[in-house]
């Protein structure tokens, strides 16, 4: 049997982040938040966060962006990510038959549970995917105790 630490704060952490990611879905479509110069709508790219042993890892799903247009950073309790997807310059709006991908502005943000060492974290942008390493605090971390013979 795998005894499982319990968090009494990952449910209510999950739990806002979902109302977090509802309430900037509202207030991008309020707003009517659009691309400078374009009259297009931002875009929300879609992300996973699991946990392992030693982390927690955000991926989001970030195709057709470079590294360098991506905005990772952590501000207070917070972990922000934005960025820009561009139209191709050779390519005009109007000539599309169909649009379905997201282009413009993005802005996730998501909060930090204060069991995470923020000098650790590390940005990964690789095929498209960013993956975001936060390093659990060493107290929170398994660890093994040795059991010793006592004869």
């Known amino acids: 049997m795998t005894l499982t630490r319990w968090d009494p704060f990952k449910d209510l952490l999950r739990i806002q982040e979902r109302m977090n990611h509802m309430f900037d879905d509202s207030m991008v479509r309020s707003r009517g938040e659009k691309e400078p110069g374009t009259g297009r709508p931002g875009w929300t790219p879609t992300v996973d966060i699991f946990e392992t042993p030693d982390d927690i890892v955000l991926l989001a799903d970030l195709p057709g962006l ?9 501000e207070g309790n917070s972990l922000i990510l934005a960025g820009e997807r561009r139209l191709d310059e050779d390519v005009q709006e109007e000539n599309f038959h169909r649009m379905e991908r997201g282009y413009g502005l993005f802005r996730r ?9 923020q000098e650790g974290i590390r940005a990964e942008h690789k095929n498209g995917v960013l993956r975001v390493t936060l390093p659990k605090a060493e107290s929170l971390r398994p660890k093994k105790i040795h059991v010793e013979n006592g004869s």
């Open 66 to 74: 470079a590294p360098d247009s991506l905005d990772v950073r952590v």
């Open 109 to 117: 943000s998501f909060t930090l549970p204060a069991t995470i060492r």
